[in-house]
């Protein structure tokens, strides 16, 4: 069982940047594919950044709206991952998850309850 506790929301205006954290509990935290997603009011929740960790590197994906602009990462010591949003536009205004799958699995199994960012303009 994994827990996950997101920090870091807030207001910012438009071309400004924030950094979220994301806390998660659980002894195989090296063994997860941690993600981020986000869901704007009125639309379905979307993919944001992902991150996994194997002795032979680190890899990571983006969404192409993120690209260039969001970079995440993780720290399997402290068990956390972090998502740097720089350059930020209002239509990235969403609740940011934080989620959890296992290697082995497609889907993401946890989930954290969500962090509000607004980017006004």
């Known amino acids: 069982q994994v827990q996950l506790v997101e920090s870091g929301g807030g207001l910012v205006q438009a071309g400004g940047s924030l950094s979220l954290s994301c806390a998660a509990s659980?002894?195989?935290?090296?063994?997860?594919?941690m993600g981020w997603f986000r869901q704007a009011p009125g639309k379905e929740r979307e993919f944001v950044a992902s991150i996994s960790w194997s002795w032979s590197g680190i890899n990571t994906r983006y969404a192409d709206s993120v690209k260039a602009r969001f970079t995440i990462s993780r720290d399997n010591a402290k068990r956390t991952v972090s998502l740097q949003m720089n350059s930020l536009k209002p239509e990235d205004t969403a609740v940011y998850y934080c989620?959890?799958?296992?290697?082995?699995?497609?889907?993401?199994?946890?989930w954290g309850q969500g962090t509000q960012v607004t980017v006004s303009s």
């Open positions: 989620a959890a799958r296992s290697k082995e699995h497609n889907e993401y199994d946890y």
């Open positions: 659980g002894r195989t935290f090296n063994n997860y594919v």
